[in-house]
């Protein structure tokens, strides 16, 4: 069980990153990828991060430049597109259609799993 969190805490520091987390714990959820292919593809994609940011003089350090759900999305996107759930062409469209149309940021009213329907 996850620890209970203050309810001012905000996990995800915009919508997309909720999305993209929530996309990678459906599409695990339906068995379209093992949870352990996920996690060795964020780790690939932190270590590459972290690695070009070392070659980075403007961010020194262990920190990825990018952020952390940079790298979640990068890894989803490879998996996804590595287990011919998507084109590299239907990924780039559905990525643009979702960037045309942010969602709106929200609170949420309570601490309850993320559904997708």
Same mark, same amino acid.
């Given at each position: 069980?996850?620890?209970?969190? /203050? /309810? $001012?805490?905000?996990?995800?520091?915009? /919508?997309?990153?909720?999305?993209?987390?929530?996309?990678?714990? +459906?599409?695990?959820?339906? &068995?379209?990828?093992?949870?352990?292919?996920?996690?060795? *593809?964020?780790?690939? +994609?932190?270590?590459? #991060?972290?690695?070009?940011?070392?070659?980075?003089?403007?961010?020194?350090?262990? $920190?990825?430049?990018? &952020?952390?759900?940079?790298?979640?999305?990068?890894?989803?996107? *490879?998996?996804?597109?590595?287990?011919?759930?998507? &084109?590299?062409? #239907?990924? #780039?469209?559905?990525? #643009?259609?979702?960037?045309?149309?942010?969602?709106?940021?929200?609170?949420?009213? &309570?601490? $309850? /799993?993320?559904?997708?329907?």
């Amino acid at each position: 069980m996850a620890p209970e969190l /203050p /309810p $001012e805490t905000e996990v995800f520091a915009e /919508p997309w990153e909720a999305r993209a987390f929530a996309l990678a714990i +459906e599409l695990q959820a339906r &068995g379209h990828f093992q949870w352990a292919e996920f996690r060795a *593809r964020l780790i690939e +994609e932190i270590a590459a #991060d972290q690695s070009s940011s070392s070659m980075n003089e403007s961010h020194p350090g262990p $920190e990825p430049k990018s &952020g952390y759900y940079q790298c979640w999305l990068r890894a989803l996107e *490879r998996l996804t597109l590595a287990k011919g759930l998507l &084109g590299k062409t #239907d990924l #780039d469209q559905r990525a #643009d259609s979702i960037a045309a149309s942010p969602p709106a940021r929200t609170r949420a009213q &309570g601490r $309850e /799993p993320i559904r997708i329907a």
